[in-house]
């Protein structure tokens, strides 16, 4: 075999283990992230296991408690946090304005709000301010669909970092994502891609039943 040869398979091996290592990797990490074609998965609760999650421990799996925040909610001069819904199952969808799969869930959301707020659920969205343009979009955004239900604004971590709260304390790399909540304030069923309000009453009824 000539050298140049020898030269050449040898870049195509280190080639081929690196991109197996990425694959690997990506899998390790939840998989590879579709939001803009549906969801991206959503996982059962019967075939979610929790039983390695140590009781209280606050995260983004199912069973852990969902973070904590006190943030600004859109139209009041009011700041809430999302432990003030205990008591309530709360469905907490995180969304844009220009984000076409959070249009197309919106009214669905809003359905939900309005068949299951008299069931003990609270339906919130959380606008990812961060990401906004401006404020006259959010604005903009909420009138067109008539949102009753609270909505939440992200805000930068502080003056020195531009990174929202919600997008660091919930990891957030693509929109939409909805998270189902118990009373408690434990992670149900978190859904990355969009939603519907068939597949959501299907989970409300899993909790309410």
């Known amino acids: 075999m000539s050298k140049n040869r020898i030269v050449s398979f040898s870049i195509a091996l280190v080639a081929f283990v690196f991109i197996v290592y990425v694959f690997v990797e990506n899998l390790s990490d939840g998989g590879f992230q579709f939001t803009s074609g549906g969801r991206e ?4 609760i019967n075939q979610m296991k929790t039983s390695s999650i140590p009781n209280g421990e606050i995260g983004l799996q199912q ?6 925040f006190t943030l600004p909610v ?4 009011e700041e809430k946090s999302l432990s003030s819904f205990h008591g309530q199952i709360v469905v907490l969808n995180l969304w844009a304005s220009w984000c076409p799969p959070c249009r197309d869930e919106m009214p669905d959301l809003i359905k939900l709000s309005e068949e299951y707020k008299d069931q003990g659920v609270q339906v919130l969205g959380m606008n990812m301010a961060t990401f906004e343009s401006s404020e006259e979009v959010i604005k903009q955004f909420i009138e067109e669909y008539n949102i009753s239900f609270p909505n939440f604004l992200d805000q930068p971590i502080d003056t020195s970092n531009q ?4 997008e660091t304390l919930y990891q957030v790399r693509s929109i939409p994502v909805t998270y189902i909540l118990d009373e408690e304030g434990r992670i149900v ?3 990355r891609g969009k939603v519907n309000y068939e597949m959501l009453e299907s989970e409300l009824k899993k909790i309410l039943d």
């Open 41 to 44: 998965q959503v996982n059962d």
């Open 63 to 68: 069973g852990m408690y969902a973070p904590d």
């Open 74 to 77: 859109w139209g009041t001069d």
């Open 163 to 166: 990174r929202g709260v919600i």
């Open 189 to 191: 069923i978190p859904i």
